[in-house]
């Protein structure tokens, strides 16, 4: 080849290497040879096809926290990179700006907006408990509104930090770096199958467990998986409870029997009770006729006291069997939540009654003197009145002590001896008019 044609070989390889450079716009994306980690930690990188540098600060390297650029950046390494901006050549060390970590977003946000057009949740670990909600990182920030948290509401945000949520995109705005999200909507979802499934599975009679999702004066919702049901506060104990709130807690796990299952309008009513031994077992051994018993006041009525004598188990103290001094009421002598001792009179385990007494343990006072003795002067006729008129009240006294179980029910279902009372007061005036 002479050297005429090697000339020309050589400006025409110096034309189109001078063809081939690229100009370099702010928005490009560019790739970039890493060429040197100045004292700054900034990466040194050539535009390929531009003959120009750029450099890349640390914080641009990663969408992520980088503590050791060697581990993102070394000598030779390819990077792909966004120009950000035109800067002075000497002092900045290159040309250009240039960011890794905004691409690396700029993909996340095509990619998101992709799953927001589909329909489709993403998932992402909460990084930030702020004011008003949550922060996630999804790649790029997201904020969850505590309002869009769960489907109850959430005092205690922290419980949060460190997990990783479903999430269901309800706002996106790359352009503002805007990334609404809900994890509310998710659990609702969630819920909503686990709901209609539980409604075709729950069947009344059956013994499951549950855990308490919340308290409230007349009863406590249980979660049973999908679906809360109702133990009204009268199915919680077997013993009388005021309020849920002082034998449950949010959270407990409790075994509770369904009671009714109602698909159409998704109510299932529940008791915790069911699922307790009766009470009133073995009553006839725990509480046989004449035993003794320890008992506590635990309400009063105008004909008597219910007295507990074992949980769940109460007997009535009828108004006569008090005391063996006449009193006007049991208030008169009682006082709730008083610890007495009763005798066992009567006890009726399929009828859940039991009669009780307290005078029966105290000692019957001594008559006064010549109390019982009838005045000389009285005829024989009038005698026989007084005899038969002290054999009727002794006789009343001894009915009403063995009719106190008999009594009507009251909506407890303990025998209700006003009406006992009532009747001895009825003798006695029939036997007064004689």
Known sequence: MSENENSQNEKKELLDALNSVSEVNVGDVVKGEVLAIDDDKQVIVGIQGTGVEGVVPLKELSTQRV???????????????VVISRIGTDK????????????????????VEKEYEAGH?????????????????AGVRGFIPASMIDDHYVEDLSAYKGQELELKIIEIEPSENRLILSHRAVVEKT???????????LEAGSVVSGKVARLTNFGAFVDLGGIDGLVHVSEISYERVEKPADVLKVGQEVQVKILSV???????????????PEPWDGIEEKAPQGAVLDGKVKRLT??????EVFPGVEGLVHISQISHQHIATPNDVLKVGQEIKVKVLDVRPDEKR????????????????????TPSHSNNNRGGNNNRRNNNRRDN??????STANAPEESTGFSLGDLVGDALKNAEHNDDEK
Request: charged share 35%.
């Open 92 to 111: 900045e060390n290159g040309s250009y700006l240039l960011s890794h970590r905004r691409l690396e977003a700029r993909k996340v946000w095509d990619d």
């Open 354 to 373: 039991l009669a009780l007494s307290i005078k029966a343990l105290e000692e019957k006072p001594q008559a006064a003197e010549g109390e019982e003795e």
């Open 121 to 137: 949740t993403i998932k992402a670990p909460v990084t930030q408990v702020v004011k008003g909600g949550l922060v996630v990182d």
């Open 262 to 276: 109602d698909a159409d309008r998704e109510r299932v009513s529940l008791s915790i009770k069911a699922t307790l």
């Open 67 to 81: 503590e050791d650029v060697n581990e993102v950046a070394k000598v030779g390494d390819v990077l792909d990179l």
């Open 302 to 307: 105008s004909f008597g006291a219910f007295v």
């Open 191 to 201: 819920r909503e199958a686990q709901r209609a499934e539980a409604l075709q599975t």
């Open 397 to 402: 006294r001894s009915a009403s002590e063995r």
